[in-house]
C-alpha cells in the first residue's frame, strides 16, 4: 500500500486497521529509535512509540500533506517523547541533572542496552546538553536525518539547526576528551 493510500484510507475512514497496520509497520522500527534515543530505555521507548501511533491515529485527519508523513509522525514522537522525559522527572522529583544521571544509570543496567564503554561515555556527553542540541545531535549523528528535513520536524530553521549540531558536537568532544 502507497503512503497517499494509506494516508486517503485513514482520513476517509476506509480500510482502517489495513491501512494503519501497514503504516506502523512501515514507520515503526525508524520511528523507535528516534524515541529511544531521546527516552534511553526500552520500555520507555514503547510506551512512548505506542502514544505517538495512538496520537497519529486520532489526528491523521488534520495532516494536510504541508510536510511529509513521516515528518509529522516524528515531530508528534519527538513532543511525546520530551513529554514523557517532564513527567517522569516530575513524578520522580528529580532536578534535571539528577533525571539525566538517572537515565545513564538506567542504560547501564538496561538489558537491551547493547553499547560498548565508549557508547555508554558518548550517551553520558549527549545528556549533558541542552533539550535542543540533544534532539539535533541525536538526529544528525545517530539518524543522519539531512537539516532540510529536521527543519520541518523541529519548526526550526537550517542555519540554526546547524549551530546546533556544531556547539553539540563541540561539548560532546570536550566532554570525552575529559573523561
Known amino acids: 500500500m502507497k503512503e497517499n493510500e494509506i494516508i486517503e484510507n485513514l482520513q476517509k475512514g476506509i480500510k482502517t ?32 512509540l505506542q502514544n505517538t501511533f495512538i496520537k497519529v491515529f486520532r489526528n491523521i485527519k488534520s495532516f494536510k500533506g504541508d510536510s511529509k508523513l513521516f515528518s509529522w509522525m ?3 514522537a519527538t513532543n511525546e517523547s520530551i513529554t514523557f522525559l517532564n513527567k517522569k522527572a516530575k513524578k520522580m522529583k528529580l532536578s534535571d541533572q539528577e533525571f539525566n544521571d538517572y537515565l545513564i544509570d538506567s542504560l547501564e543496567s538496561d538489558v537491551y542496552f547493547e553499547g560498548d564503554k565508549i557508547q555508554l561515555q558518548l550517551q553520558k556527553a549527549i545528556e549533558e546538553l541542552p ?26 530553521s537550517v542555519g540554526a539547526l546547524k549551530s546546533n549540531y556544531h556547539h553539540a558536537r563541540k561539548k560532546v568532544e570536550k566532554f570525552l576528551k575529559e573523561d
Do not use: G
Request: aromatic share 14%; hydrophobic share 40%.
Open 131 to 156: 533539550q535542543q542540541q540533544k534532539l539535533v545531535f541525536n538526529m544528525r549523528y545517530f539518524e543522519e536525518i539531512p537539516y532540510e528535513e529536521m527543519s520541518e520536524i523541529l519548526n526550526s
Open 17 to 48: 486497521d489495513e491501512s494503519f497496520q501497514a503504516l506502523i509497520s512501515e514507520h515503526k522500527v525508524r520511528l523507535y529509535w528516534h524515541v529511544r534515543t531521546i527516552v534511553k530505555l526500552h520500555e520507555d521507548a514503547d510506551d512512548v
Open 74 to 76: 516524528y515531530r508528534i
